[in-house]
């Protein structure tokens, strides 16, 4: 059997990939993987955020453009930070931080809402298709009439 817990212990490290695979193969069990301490508390940093977002403004996005909107708001705060002369790195990891949880809610709500497709067919019909020039002229082309 192969141990997990000895050896690199991140995804991002080639051979901890490698040994969680064959753990997994070898005895289907859920690997232990430990992040690097400092990215687990961002992570845990970004899943507050996200929390305290959800709290605030409670449903999903009722749109793509609403959570892009949303999104962007978030990025351009920060670029604001990072355009600010006197960087304070603390405002700007706090906006790093939003535009992460954020960009998970945009996952969640958009991307990932079960049948998204099918619900905006029902709401609104099939997506209207714009006719291509080469369409419109087939079109005019077989009204000729031919002596």
Not at 70 to 96: F, G, P, S, T
Not at 118 to 136: D, E, I, N
Request: proline share 8%; glycine share 4%; aromatic share 4%.
């Amino acid at each position: 059997m192969v141990n997990t817990r000895s050896g690199p212990t991140c995804l991002n490290e080639e051979p901890a990939v490698v040994v969680v695979l064959a753990h997994v193969i070898e005895t289907g069990d859920m690997p232990i993987v430990l992040m690097p301490p400092r990215r687990s508390l961002v992570s845990r940093e970004v899943e507050i955020e996200l929390a305290n977002a959800r709290a605030q403004h409670p449903g999903l996005f009722n749109s793509a453009h609403e959570g892009f909107a949303v999104l962007k708001e978030e990025v351009d705060e920060l670029w604001e930070e990072i355009k600010d002369r006197n960087r304070d790195m603390a405002a700007m990891r706090a906006e790093a931080i939003q535009v992460a949880a954020m960009a998970i809610r945009f996952v969640e709500d958009v991307c990932d809402k079960p049948d998204a497709d099918a619900t905006r067919v029902m709401q609104l019909g099939p997506k209207p298709t714009q006719p291509s020039p080469y369409s419109l002229g087939r079109a005019l082309y077989s009204r000729q009439v031919t002596p």
